[in-house]
Nanobody, 124 residues
């Protein structure tokens, strides 16, 4: 499975961006896609995840109410809509895929494939 992120860029505080994660290869083998981010000098953190078969989403507390996640299975693409962006949202955003939707994937663990990332910069 190959994952390619897009949609990052520079935005002002309060603005919005929509990130995309396009999957190719053995996409039928995966059931969960997650978004993670890593800011300079910080560890990677979980942002959100969605069950590709439907019926499951999760969000980090820091983005609840501001970010939404959605999927288009016909395009093998997962989207992360980011609204009300803050400077602390600045990071390299990665998507990742897992074979199974589970308590691990909900909590941001157990992902099998990773993309290269797309940079989001929020100016104050």
């Amino acid at each position: 499975v190959q994952l390619v992120e897009s949609g990052g860029g520079l935005v002002q505080t309060g603005g919005s961006l929509r990130l995309s994660c396009a999957a190719s290869g053995r996409t039928l083998s995966i059931d969960a896609t997650g978004w993670f981010r890593q800011a300079p000098g910080k560890e990677r953190e979980f942002v959100s995840a969605i069950r590709l078969g439907g019926g499951g989403e999760s969000f980090a507390d820091s983005v609840k109410g501001r970010f939404t996640i959605s999927r288009d299975n016909t395009k093998n693409t997962v989207y992360l809509q980011m609204n009300a962006l803050k400077p602390e949202d600045t990071a390299l955003y990665y998507c990742a895929a897992a074979f199974r939707w589970s308590i691990d994937t909900v909590l941001g663990r157990g992902y099998d494939y990773w993309g290269q990332g797309t940079l989001v910069t929020v100016s104050s």
